[in-house]
């Protein structure tokens, strides 16, 4: 098993008056998909705004590539090599695609050859490449945030739920994204509630439940496991593709 990129260790976060991380304890390994999953509520988003930097950690540790993060600002976090893509897509809706695209790359102008990578999935992008991003759909919109967050090398990418709302052409193209990133050594945690498009990708799993990590494991054996499906999940992942 590839060693720990990034490590939570007992991390608590408060939201106001809400105490919603309870004592979080979560390895993510380099160069896997680790799936973070759980019921509405379970904490789950909280999780990746903790490690982003956007919520503090009101107790615990959060290491990522042997750096302590746990105090970090978000740039400072960013810069460490971790991108994130939020549930709400995060672009910029009166920039154009091009716009969007280039205030991601830190060096000022994306990579060409990279640019081409990115449209051989999402070709929308390139059609679209002087529009608005607030005209595109909302397909295309969460192809144009995750291409911001993949338009230069990162180490570790979060993603919430970025099949919601998808067809399933698209789909296809983020599994086949995905799978590539995977192997030019991009490590991926991925908040998602469609199971078969986690099934097909996924290393590891870890299954939250009121703010806490109740299950963590390989996720080709919780997919062959109804019975713990049923008992960390309240369903199977059979009736959830």
């Given at each position: 098993?590839?060693?720990?990129?990034?490590?939570?260790?007992?991390v608590?976060?408060?939201?106001?008056?809400?105490?919603?991380?309870?004592?979080?304890?979560?390895?993510?390994?380099?160069?896997?998909?680790t799936?973070?999953?759980?019921?509405?509520?379970?904490g789950?988003?909280?999780?990746?705004?903790?490690?982003?930097?956007l919520?503090k950690?009101?107790?615990?540790?959060?290491?990522?590539?042997?750096?302590?993060?746990?105090r970090?600002?978000?740039?400072?976090?960013?810069t460490?090599?971790?991108?994130?893509?939020?549930?709400?897509?995060?672009?910029?809706s009166?920039?154009?695609?091009?716009?969007?695209?280039?205030?991601?790359?830190?060096?000022?102008?994306?990579?060409?050859?990279?640019?081409?990578?990115?449209?051989?999935?999402?070709?929308?992008?390139?059609?679209?490449?002087?529009?608005?991003?607030?005209?595109?759909?909302?397909?295309?919109?969460?192809?144009?945030?995750?291409?911001?967050?993949?338009?230069?090398?990162?180490?570790?990418?979060?993603?919430?739920?970025?099949?919601?709302?998808?067809?399933?052409?698209?789909?296809?193209?983020?599994?086949?994204?995905?799978?590539?990133?995977?192997?030019?050594?991009?490590?991926?945690?991925?908040?998602?509630q469609?199971?078969?498009?986690?099934?097909s990708?996924?290393?590891?799993?870890?299954?939250?439940d009121?703010?806490?990590?109740?299950?963590?494991?390989?996720?080709a054996?919780?997919?062959?496991?109804?019975?713990?499906?049923?008992?960390?999940?309240g369903?199977?992942?059979?009736a959830?593709?």
């Amino acid at each position: 098993m590839s060693e720990a990129l990034l490590t939570l260790t007992g991390v608590h976060t408060h939201i106001g008056q809400y105490h919603i991380l309870q004592g979080v304890d979560l390895t993510v390994r380099r160069g896997e998909l680790t799936v973070l999953l759980g019921r509405n509520g379970a904490g789950k988003t909280t999780t990746l705004r903790t490690i982003m930097g956007l919520w503090k950690a009101s107790r615990g540790g959060l290491v990522f590539d042997g750096q302590d993060i746990t105090r970090a600002s978000t740039p400072d976090i960013a810069t460490a090599g971790i991108a994130y893509v939020p549930e709400n897509m995060g672009i910029f809706s009166d920039l154009t695609v091009r716009e969007n695209l280039l205030l991601a790359a830190r060096a000022g102008e994306p990579d060409a050859q990279r640019l081409e990578w990115i449209f051989g999935f999402f070709p929308a992008l390139k059609k679209f490449w002087n529009q608005a991003a607030g005209t595109l759909s909302g397909g295309q919109k969460q192809m144009l945030a995750i291409a911001r967050a993949i338009v230069e090398p990162r180490k570790l990418l979060l993603v919430d739920e970025p099949t919601k709302g998808l067809a399933p052409a698209i789909i296809q193209s983020l599994i086949t994204a995905f799978r590539e990133l995977k192997g030019m050594e991009t490590t991926i945690l991925l908040v998602e509630q469609n199971f078969g498009f986690v099934r097909s990708l996924g290393d590891s799993v870890a299954v939250m439940d009121d703010g806490r990590i109740v299950h963590k494991g390989r996720m080709a054996e919780l997919a062959e496991d109804r019975d713990l499906q049923q008992s960390l999940l309240g369903l199977s992942l059979d009736a959830h593709q």
